[in-house]
């Protein structure tokens, strides 16, 4: 039997995939639950049904997006055969990813909850240990090239990490701002020569 106020017909991951495309494009604060109804289609008992609340919808679209559309940074960290390569391969993909016409600029990670009130706490803090997860990410990826060889031994990998976690959301943030491919591919190159320093 069909969930109460659910429609006939209801896509629950397409519903997702909309949910997650006005949350990237607006934000968790100025996406209102007409915004998201409207474009997932459902009405309001619906979205509550199978989702919860707004909080439980946006966690949900983040995770989501992790696993797409923001997937570009594990993939590389994991796929490629070496730090340098990894490191690459994450800072080009995300820049063609965030500067694709066809969806919303940016990173839905970092640009979603770039307002904070205290009633959304909880959502600056899910963010905050997401982008923190992937510094980890970053930074284990440099620890693993040290140990394989392919950085110098006394590579300091946490300043990388934070390096390359903040060249990553600076990118983010240009994106958004209009910066084009070719710029910001630019600034990818400066990058890299930080770690071209280190690279055995």
């Known amino acids: 039997m069909a969930d109460r106020g659910r429609p006939r017909g209801f896509d629950r991951d397409l519903a997702l995939r909309r949910a997650m495309e006005v ?3 607006r934000g968790y604060d100025s996406a209102s639950m007409t915004d998201l109804t409207t474009a997932m289609g459902i009405n309001s008992p619906s979205l509550y049904a199978a ?3 707004k909080e439980a919808l946006f966690r949900a679209a983040v995770d989501l997006y992790s696993r797409t559309e923001g997937g570009h940074t594990a993939r590389a960290l994991r796929a490629e055969p070496t730090a340098y390569a990894a490191i690459e391969a994450m ?3 995300n820049v063609t990813a965030y500067t694709d016409p066809g969806r919303p600029s940016g990173c839905m990670v970092v640009l979603a909850g770039a307002t904070y009130a205290t009633r959304t706490a909880p959502i600056r803090q899910f963010l905050v240990e997401a982008r923190r997860e ?3 990410d970053i930074r284990a990826r440099l620890e693993r090239g040290v140990i394989e060889g392919d950085l110098a031994p006394d590579t300091d990998t946490a300043a990388l990490a934070s390096f390359y976690s903040t060249v990553l959301y600076g990118l983010s943030i240009q994106a958004r701002d209009g910066v084009g491919q070719a ?8 990058a890299l020569r930080v770690l071209a320093a280190v690279v055995r």
């Open 23 to 25: 949350f990237w494009e």
């Open 51 to 53: 989702f919860g609340d």
């Open 91 to 93: 800072l080009r993909d």
């Open 134 to 136: 992937t510094g980890e």
């Open 183 to 190: 710029e910001l591919s630019a600034a990818v190159d400066s």
